[in-house]
């Protein structure tokens, strides 16, 4: 043991020797903050605009609001005198966004016919105003509706009574269709007293089973457009060939709307061109900078705005846009000048909803397609020889129709066999 000992401690100069001769890592000390600045001088950040807080105070004690707001509807009805803590309206996120506090919304309130309580600590509806009833806040499934169903409409028809089956369900939605839209299933009515149908897009089909009402029997039924879960449970129960025509449908629809837009006299490859240009406009200018009334971005906005739902009633009056803070937090935004000089704010956003919605796309000239379209066709003489006998040019053609048809044998026997065995079931 005494011998072990002797020679581990032998190598001990050898060790140090190799740790001297590697090579140091140099680390890196960050070096504390210093500053001979005096705390007065240092920068300080902008106090929020009283307008856009007092305007944002007013919407939450609003009927509009409490009408879906559950928190603050249960905060104001569990005090006896209709108070709401400041403290409270503070946390939510638009007030954090616009870094307020307990003295910005006391002093935006001055003119406002919001009250404030003695302590300074909670305000409440003017005059103790009752509030409006909860409800449900209503689910807005309108933009992805237009993408989820570009292939064509899916949709449930819900609370069908025992005795009326899949057929009269289809026969009802065939007499409600438009001429010539195809109709391309309808399933059995499963144990919920449902059942799925799936069509062939066309213009307005959204709105149109928003709309839907079927009378079956002494019931009138309901058209639901399926979204989530139920989109995916009624994708199931489709036969393949109905899929692929959806997906089909899809890749035509994605390439049509790929087609150039027009917006006042603006061109635009697409919707996400237009998008990116306007992005760029917002970027290119500073807070209250307006837009100049002889400039393409200006025109390029105001045609924009003719898009917007409400669009010709905000407009009015209208003698100018300028770029600034949105009246909903630190976000930027185009602001419609007025001629009594106030302004407004209106949602580019919506504008642009409303453009890919229904784009404005580039008319062609047919006229002048079919000509260009003709003018090759006529060859020199001299050319004519060369050309390929009228047989063999023919063919490719012929049997481009023969594999059409034949695929679409092979469609209408599939759709025979699911209805068939639809029947058996």
Known sequence: METEVKADESKIPEKLAAAAEAPQIAVAVKPAATSSEPEAKRLKPTPPDAGIVRKQVEYYLSDDNLRHDKFFHDKISGNKEGWL????????????VMRATNEDVLASLGDSKIEVSEDKLSIRRPGNLALVALEAKPQHHKKSAAHAHIGGVIALIKSI???????????????????KVQLWFVSE???????????????????????LALEVGA??????????????????????HIRDKREKEVRKRQKERNRPILVGAHRFVNVTALRGRVKEILNSRSDGEQLKPDGSDYKLIKALLSFH???????KGMVGIKVAKSSQGESRCFWMVKENGSAEDFSAQKCLG????????????????KDSDATPAVAPASKIAETAPVKSAEAPATEEKKE??????????????????????
């Open 219 to 240: 019931a009138k039924l309901k058209c639901a457009i399926a979204h989530g879960d139920e989109l995916q449970g009624a994708l199931k129960v489709m036969p393949k």
């Open 85 to 96: 803590e400041i403290a409270l309206i503070l946390s939510c996120n638009k007030m954090k």
């Open 309 to 315: 739902p409400k669009g010709e009633a905000k407009s």
């Open 354 to 369: 409303a453009v890919e919605a229904n784009p404005p796309y580039v008319q062609i000239d047919e006229k002048k397609d």
């Open 404 to 425: 059409v048809a034949a695929e679409e044998k092979k469609e209408a026997v599939e759709e025979k066999k699911d209805v068939a065995e639809a029947v058996v079931a």
């Open 161 to 179: 009574p025992a005795e009326q089956s899949w057929i009269q369900i289809k026969e009802a939605l065939r007499a409600k269709l438009p001429d």
């Open 189 to 211: 009515v499963n144990d919920k007293c449902e059942c799925v149908i799936a069509v062939a897009p066309f213009e307005g089909d959204i709105k149109f089973f928003d709309e």
